[in-house]
């Protein structure tokens, strides 16, 4: 794992961040006046319950939301008042996305998916490349019709990077394998978090991923409860699943 003495400068800093979705006359309050730092180079792991506002923040984090009050700064870009050709471009150069859901093109080689990635990037890395790194290097020329859901994911994981992003947003990244390949997924978190000092930011159900995070956050009722510095991180086959 990254030595936590190596986190330094903040990549995000957010203040008294609400966000509420009306729908008629209901408004729902999703976050509740968050306020927290994210930090080059870190692992963090938001958990909490199904409405706590986890996906929520992390959709604004990645310029996918805005907040309805409160700044959102990334280093020293206010994307509280961007426009929506500023999030688009901040999300195609700074921000890779991990979801549950792998969302590859099926005709497309892992090799190919990658790519798609990599032509419009600003400053990639070879789709071999990332591929390697996720540890896909012999697979790369298959197509996800002959990947285990595991490998699916890496290429996922790999298509993210390839643009050399600051910030990899993972939103439940694991939730729909079983332990050994949801082992390998996280192994591949860490060593791009590792190897390449990819700030990532983790949403998973699971209480024991905590082990792996150098922090942890907690949400409830979309305010944070709880932001602990983990000491002592674990490597991902010690976590139970």
């Not at 990549?11 to 729908?23: A, G, I, P, Q, S």
């Not at 870190?42 to 923040?57: D, N, P, R």
């Not at 070879?126 to 699916?152: T, Y």
């Not at 409860?225 to 699943?241: G, H, M, T």
Request: glycine share 8%.
């Amino acid at each position: 794992m990254s030595n936590l003495a190596q986190i330094s400068r903040p990549v995000f800093e957010l203040r008294d961040v609400t966000r509420v979705f009306r729908t008629g006359s209901v408004a729902v309050q999703a976050l509740r006046g968050v306020s927290l730092t994210l930090a080059e180079g870190e692992m963090v792991v938001l958990l909490g319950a199904s409405g706590s506002g986890k996906s929520t923040l992390v959709n604004i984090l990645g310029g996918l939301d805005l907040p309805t009050e409160g700044q959102v700064q990334f280093r020293d870009r206010d994307l509280t008042r961007a426009s929506d050709a500023d999030l688009t471009r901040f999300r195609r150069d700074h921000v890779g996305f991990v979801f549950q859901f792998y969302n590859l093109v099926p005709s497309l080689t892992a090799r190919e998916n990658v790519a798609l990635v990599t032509e419009i990037a600003r400053k990639p890395i070879s789709p071999e490349q990332a591929l390697d790194i996720v540890g896909l290097g012999a697979r790369m020329d298959h197509f996800p019709s002959e990947l285990s859901g595991g490998e699916q994911q890496r290429v996922a994981i790999a298509r993210a990077i390839a643009k050399q992003p600051e910030v990899l947003l993972c939103d439940e990244p694991t939730g729909a394998l079983d332990s050994k390949t949801g082992i390998q997924v996280l192994e591949a978190l860490c060593d791009v978090n590792r190897n390449l000092g990819t700030a990532v930011v983790l949403i998973t159900h699971n209480a024991d991923i905590q082990r792996i995070a150098h922090r942890v956050i907690v949400l409830a009722d979309g305010r944070v409860i709880r932001d602990e510095v983990n000491p002592d991180p674990v490597a991902p086959a010690q976590v139970s699943w």
